[in-house]
């Protein structure tokens, strides 16, 4: 069992930067891939980032790839997404998620466990 929260969302300006984290309790934390997903009102879940449980292998949306950056930190239990170079099309609540297993997925319906999401919000 794995709990997640995330933090470090809020109110941007365009072109600016925000790092999110996740923190996980539960002991299968560092055997468990990892994910960032993001929605908006109306719209589906949509894949952002993820990592594999030892932070090896990475994947990234084509919109986000080359300005999000995902990393983790086993020791302290916690996921990172720096963003960088925000654009107001990035606005929405990001959900951090984890699948039992290693590997990662780019499908929302293969993570097991999420937390309640953070809101960003990118507006001048």
């Known amino acids: 069992q794995v709990q997640l929260v995330e933090s470090g969302g809020g109110l941007v300006q365009p072109g600016g930067s925000l790092r999110l984290s996740c923190a996980a309790s539960?002991?299968?934390?560092?055997?468990?891939?990892m994910g960032w997903f993001r929605q908006v009102p109306g719209k589906e879940r949509e894949f952002v980032a993820a990592?594999?449980?030892?932070?090896?292998?990475?994947a990234y949306a084509s919109s986000v790839k080359g300005r999000f950056i995902i990393s983790r930190d086993n020791a302290k239990n916690t996921m990172y997404l720096q963003m960088n170079t925000l654009k107001p099309e990035d606005t929405a609540v990001y959900y951090c998620?984890?699948?039992?297993?290693?590997?990662?997925?780019?499908?929302?319906?293969?993570?097991?466990?999420w937390g309640q999401g953070t809101q960003v919000t990118v507006s001048s």
């Open positions: 539960g002991r299968t934390f560092s055997s468990s891939a």
């Open positions: 998620a984890a699948r039992d297993g290693g590997g990662y997925s780019l499908g929302s319906s293969e993570y097991d466990y």
């Open positions: 990592i594999s449980w030892n932070g090896g292998s990475t």
